[in-house]
């Protein structure tokens, strides 16, 4: 079975500094996609990055980049430029076909 | 473009009754969903649709859990009765075939 791990259940930044965001996940499978959703405390979970498994090279939107190590199985969120409205859940999630699988989350808190 | 929409927003009951939750799509998207998001944690499928068909419901406790969607547009979500353990947020996400889901705002489920 598919799973999602994400190993840091809270992380703190400076507004304006940079920040990254482990995720881990175990499959079987060779084509997939990953992702990184955003859920402010309105509950809205907002797509914020993906990446699909055959593309060697790292998606990027904006302050946004992940760095996908695929033998690893890794793939991990940079924000830059960190701002109070990145403040919020991030979930990693990784989908085969129609089903979309989470991690537990990290809550990043930003500083100002 | 709409979002997908759903309501209520926030709903309070005694265990052992019953609630329903109502999720509308984004006009054209083919496949929904219905997560189950208990604090602290990532969301999990409850029950997938691919227009008027169950695609997955393997993760709905179907004693107490039933969805429909009427006309391949609209659906709904019942508990009856309900437990302690129900209260979380039950996310509604659509999506047009395999590609990216959109997610509703929620609705947050407390159950006394």
């Known amino acids: 079975a598919q799973t999602v791990t994400q190993s840091q259940p809270e992380m703190s930044v400076q507004e304006a500094e940079t920040v990254t965001l482990s995720c881990t996940y175990d499959?079987?499978?060779?084509?997939?996609?990953l992702f990184w959703y955003k859920q402010p405390p309105s509950r809205q979970m907002i797509l914020v990055i993906r990446?699909?498994?055959?593309?060697?090279q790292n998606a990027t939107e904006n302050r946004f980049s992940v760095n996908f190590q695929k033998a690893a199985k890794s793939f991990s969120l940079k924000i830059s430029d960190s701002q109070l409205g990145d403040a919020a859940m991030y979930f990693c999630?990784?989908?085969?076909?129609?089903?979309?699988?989470f991690g537990a989350g990290t809550i990043l808190r930003v500083k100002s | 473009e709409a979002g997908v929409a759903q309501s209520p927003r926030y709903k309070i009951i005694e265990k052992r009754q019953s609630v329903a939750f109502w999720c509308n799509p984004i006009?054209?998207?083919?496949?929904l969903y219905w997560y189950q998001q208990i604090l602290g944690q990532g969301p999990k499928l409850l029950i997938q649709?691919?227009?008027?068909?169950?695609?997955?419901d393997s993760q709905l406790p179907k004693d107490r859990f039933s969805a429909e969607r009427l006309k391949g547009v609209d659906s709904t979500l019942k508990i009856q009765p309900a437990k302690l353990e129900d209260s979380a947020v039950y996310l509604c996400?659509?999506?047009?075939?395999?590609?990216?889901?959109?997610f509703g705002p929620g609705t947050r489920l407390t159950v006394t």
């Open positions: 990446q699909e498994a055959y593309k060697q």
């Open positions: 996400a659509s999506s047009f075939w395999v590609y990216e889901q959109y």
């Open positions: 649709f691919q227009n008027n068909g169950v695609v997955d």
């Open positions: 499959t079987s499978e060779s084509d997939y996609y």
């Open positions: 999630a990784y989908r085969w076909g129609n089903k979309l699988v």
């Open positions: 006009s054209g998207h083919a496949t």
